[in-house]
């Protein structure tokens, strides 16, 4: 699958896995030092229901790879937190482990190691793994990311992750693209 279209992904007999929505991907190489990176990884036009946004760690993380987490961005006045800022420390995990958006604004991103076999289930107040949002573009047509973003400490910080988002259009032009 292209890295900058929508499509559904297909299982090994090509056949279309839908629970999700339409995929999009992005691939992100880490670099920073002693800073607070935010990265564009995906456009959003016009109305859109995300049902799914994650990473899959390709390369290591780099040790100082800290509070992760993804916003959306219309660069203008405000930028919004799609989860908590602070508190997620992911550095050095391993390729294979996965961080998700599991839970509302006011929660933390979630992460699983590949380092050991794991396993995610939702609470009892949960009806899915992935807690799905709607996002609406800023009107005139101005450009609106969700961005990933992430602090480093003193050690630049490595590794490289691919995103996904799951997503269904709301409006005719609804549509989400790698950035």
């Avoid at 899959?56 to 992760?68: M, P, R, Y």
């Avoid at 420390?89 to 006011?106: D, E, N, Q, R, Y």
């Avoid at 009107?139 to 269904?168: A, L, N, Q, R």
Wanted: glycine residues 8%; hydrophobic residues 40%; aromatic residues 8%.
């Amino acid at each position: 699958m292209p890295s900058n279209a929508s499509a559904f992904n297909r299982d090994a007999n090509r056949v279309p896995i839908t629970q999700n929505g339409l995929m999009v991907t992005k691939s992100l190489t880490f670099t920073g030092d002693d800073a607070t990176v935010a990265t564009p990884i995906f456009n959003v036009t016009g109305v859109v229901e995300v049902l799914a946004l994650y990473g899959i760690v390709i390369t290591q993380l780099g040790a100082g790879h800290t509070d992760a987490h993804w916003r959306l961005n219309d660069h203008t006045a405000s930028d919004i937190i799609l989860t908590k800022a602070t508190t997620l420390s992911i550095g050095g995990i391993s390729p294979g482990a996965m961080i998700f958006k599991s839970g509302l604004i006011t929660a933390v991103a979630t992460y699983k190691t590949s380092d050991a076999a794991s396993m995610y289930e939702p609470t009892t107040l949960q009806t899915n793994l992935f807690t799905p949002f709607i996002v609406v573009q800023k009107t005139g047509g101005i450009v609106t990311h969700i961005e990933y973003v992430y602090t480093t400490d003193d050690d630049p910080t490595s590794g490289t992750m691919k995103f996904y988002c799951g997503f269904i259009p709301l409006s005719d032009d609804g549509d989400i693209t790698a950035a």
